[in-house]
């Protein structure tokens, strides 16, 4: 809770999906698209296995978001990203970001998403307020 | 082939979503959000909100029967086997609370060829029971092999 000035990191968070997350996600969603939790279909249309939802790796962005700004879910009030790679179940995602625009409590960070170097989500802005 | 534009200014009838609670804790697990305010009425009610509250995310689940109609219109035209979601924003306003209605509208804002890719831009806006808007997002989906 402490990235309050252009320039800082936030703190960030790291986290391993289990093999199973693409399933309870697809459930929690219901977005049952096969290449996401059929790993034989997956492979069928050129994947190299079953990979993760965009919008589940998106959640981990607005929780390191959310978190940082205090762990309120009203402190997010917008969050834009860009998908560009795939990720994978049992490998770490790390999401990282910093401050680009500060405004007393309105704090605006830039974060990006990562999973064994390659950027999975990458030029995402959220703009927080902080509790 | 060549992109087809004739949905750009098409809007879709309102799709409608109560939130329960028990939706929003399996949303929250599978995230691993550990807010209390998104498992437990106390915590929520003492943090100033009516009821268990929807993590901002949540708009996926709310907003998922008005986008997933969109994407198979034929008047879209979108070869969904080609297509990636190249990019997502949102913009929340009320808190979503277990047991709100949600009424969310789609429109084709955009579509458009570059580099090859086809452009497919929706926006949808989300309100609740009184009408106050809870989130408006833009949905970016790219189609591979698309002539310009």
Redesign the interface.
């Known amino acids: 809770m402490s990235a309050r000035n252009k320039g800082d990191k936030i703190a960030g968070l790291k986290v391993t999906p289990d093999k199973y997350v693409p399933h309870r996600y697809a459930g929690a969603s219901g977005d049952f698209n096969p290449i996401h939790i059929d790993k034989e279909f997956a492979e069928m249309v050129g994947l190299p296995g079953a990979i993760l939802h965009g919008l589940y790796v998106m959640g981990l962005v607005a929780k390191a978001a959310t978190d940082e700004a205090g762990g309120d879910p009203r402190a997010l009030r917008r969050l834009s990203v860009q998908f560009r790679g795939m990720s994978f179940p049992e490998q770490e995602i790390e999401v990282t970001g910093e401050v680009i625009e500060a405004d007393g409590s309105d704090v605006t960070f830039d974060l990006i998403a990562t999973q064994n170097g390659n950027q999975v989500i990458r030029n995402a802005t959220a703009d927080v307020t902080y509790g | 082939m060549s992109l087809k534009t004739d949905a750009v200014g098409k809007s879709w009838p309102a799709h409608e979503y109560e939130v329960g609670r028990e939706?929003i804790r399996?949303?929250a697990?599978?995230?691993?959000?550990d807010?209390p305010?998104?498992f437990d009425e106390e915590a929520a009610k003492a943090?100033g909100y009516r009821g268990i509250?929807?993590?901002?995310?949540f708009v996926?689940?709310y907003s998922?029967?008005a986008m997933g109609p969109v994407l198979f219109d034929p008047e879209v035209g979108m070869n969904f086997?080609a297509m990636?979601?190249?990019?997502?924003?949102?913009?929340?306003g009320e808190?979503v609370i277990s047991g709100d209605v949600i009424s969310t509208t789609t429109t084709c804002k955009e579509i458009y060829a570059k580099a090859g890719k086809g452009f497919y831009v929706f926006e949808t806006e989300s309100k609740n029971q009184n009408g106050d808007l809870v989130c408006r997002a833009?949905w970016t989906n790219i189609v591979r092999g698309v002539e310009e």
């Open positions: 939706k399996e949303y697990q599978v995230i691993g959000l807010n305010v998104h943090a509250v929807a993590p901002p995310m996926v689940v998922a029967g086997a990636v979601h190249g990019g997502q924003e949102f913009e929340w808190p833009t």
